[in-house]
């Protein structure tokens, strides 16, 4: 993802971000309007505006009341296009201040709309189009990670040293770029019972996604895909070749990138080796019970145990004081790096994408190394404290990450402290961003980043309608 800064006084685009300053009061009225205006916005539905005025309702806190407005329908409002034609539901989601669609992102984006879709069809339709959207994307390069909408077009990496095409914005490979969405099409088909995402498209996707796996575990020593770009960013670009640090094929699947879009260190990345294990059972059983295909059903369930195997006995390392606990890198060689990066899927954000238990012992124990200053890209500042990463650098937070630790924690002082903290660094804007310096929450990159809004707006629900004493 190309790096991008904007600080409060940047232009507000497409989120509507007020740059002057403003106080705070009790009442809804005295908060600036910033979300979009209804006859700009490029989606509307009517069951997200009423869990809105609930939400404004029914919680004392104003600042919370408006920061849910403006954040939990921010995709619906600025990042959504209806391509559909009159054979299939087709929909772009383009990822916010950059115009493109990330697999991963988009998936993301419309997650937290799940669980209203019964009450709105065309919302369910806008995700069945983004499903059957994403499933072209694959087979056009399984490989790649983000998308145009326009298929001839030639985007800003075009030049890179890889095998790009037209219609594709970047190529960096991420085993969660084939893993959002499925998981997407996973719970859309279990909230609605509606397979009609599950065609001859979809199918050929889970066979690219299938044989894109098998590639990355790189068993015979060699990769079809390679990627080096000409940059002054190391995170950018592949060394050795453009195909990375050599690996031991012990099973684990290969991740040239991290889901912030930086290069790995070593290439089996845990987390995502985690969800692929998750995400190819998913894929398995819709292919069995819907497809009645028991061949490739039985191929991703086969390669779902060798990989959970392979985590078990790889991915998993002795720390000096926190125990057994999970790498977030290996090589297979014995080499791992331990860190947390602050983008999803994380060591952290693991219980949150099904793919371990939160009380799992191993999880516990990685959780306290993350959230503590032994992680390297653990920061503490007079603003807040939180997880960054390599992506921004030194002394940045991401919200994307204390959203997190709220979704994967039991404690609830700890989900009220990320609560308080979400709604007192949203730099005056009203809205959530990629990341905020741990000192100055007016110092931010990414004005406007919808995955991070919708992602608070669901943070926000969940406990409203779990636990609402947390948002007095």
């Not at 990066?341 to 952290?348: E, I, M, R, T, Y």
Request: aromatic share 12%; net charge negative; charged share 25%.
């Amino acid at each position: 993802m190309k790096r991008r800064t904007f600080l409060q006084n940047a232009a507000a685009l497409g989120a509507g971000v007020m740059a002057s300053k403003f106080s705070f009061a009790e009442s809804f009225d005295t908060f600036p309007t910033v979300r979009v205006s209804a006859d700009q916005r490029h989606f509307s539905s009517a069951v997200i505006e009423d869990a809105i005025k609930e939400f404004q309702k029914n919680v004392a806190n104003k600042e919370l009341g408006w920061l849910f407005n403006n954040c939990f329908p921010n995709t619906l409002d600025t990042t959504v296009y209806d391509e559909s034609t009159a054979a299939k539901k087709l929909t772009y989601v383009i990822t916010g201040d950059i115009d493109a669609m990330w697999l991963r992102d988009s998936s993301a984006q419309v997650w937290p709309y799940l669980q209203f879709m019964k009450k709105d069809r065309k919302l369910q339709d806008l995700i069945l189009g983004l499903i059957n959207k994403q499933s072209q994307c694959i087979n056009i390069d399984p490989y790649a990670n983000a998308f145009y909408n326009d298929p001839t077009k030639k985007g800003e990496w075009f030049s890179d040293h890889t095998q790009m095409k037209p219609g594709i914005h970047e190529r960096k490979w991420e085993i969660d770029s084939l893993c959002y969405p499925i998981r997407l099409a996973y719970h859309y088909w279990k909230e609605t019972n509606d397979a009609t995402a599950f065609d001859e498209e979809w199918v050929k996707a889970q066979e690219n996604i299938y044989k894109t796996f098998v590639e990355q575990q790189r068993k015979d020593g060699n990769s079809p895909y390679v990627f080096s770009r000409t940059t002054n960013r190391g995170t950018d670009t592949l060394q050795v070749d453009g195909l990375g640090y050599p690996v031991n094929p012990v099973g684990l699947i290969c991740s040239a990138f991290r889901p912030s879009d930086d290069c790995t260190i070593f290439l089996f990345l845990i987390p995502s080796n985690l969800f692929a294990v998750t995400s190819l059972r998913q894929s398995a059983e819709i292919l069995r019970k819907v497809k009645n295909n028991t061949d490739l059903a039985t191929r991703m369930e086969n390669l779902a145990n060798e990989v959970e195997e392979a985590v078990n006995r790889y991915g998993i390392v002795n720390h000096p004081e926190h125990g057994r606990v999970y790498a977030f890198e290996v090589d297979g060689f014995g080499s791992y790096m331990m860190m947390d990066d602050a983008n999803v899927p994380s060591l952290l954000a693991l219980p949150y994408l099904g793919a371990v238990d939160v009380n799992d012992e191993v999880y516990q124990r990685t959780r306290k190394f993350i959230l503590s200053e032994k992680n390297p890209f653990f920061f503490k500042g007079t603003a807040a404290e939180g997880i960054g990463g390599p992506h921004i650098g030194r002394d940045m937070i991401w919200p994307m990450a204390i959203i997190m630790r709220a979704f994967t924690s039991t404690d609830e002082n700890e989900i009220q402290t990320c609560i308080e903290t979400l709604r007192k660094t949203h730099g005056d804007t009203g809205f959530m961003h990629e990341s905020f310096h741990k000192d100055d929450p007016k110092k931010f990159t990414r004005h406007w980043f919808a995955w991070t809004n919708t992602l608070f707006g669901e943070l926000l629900w969940k406990t409203y309608k779990e636990k609402p004493s947390l948002l007095k």
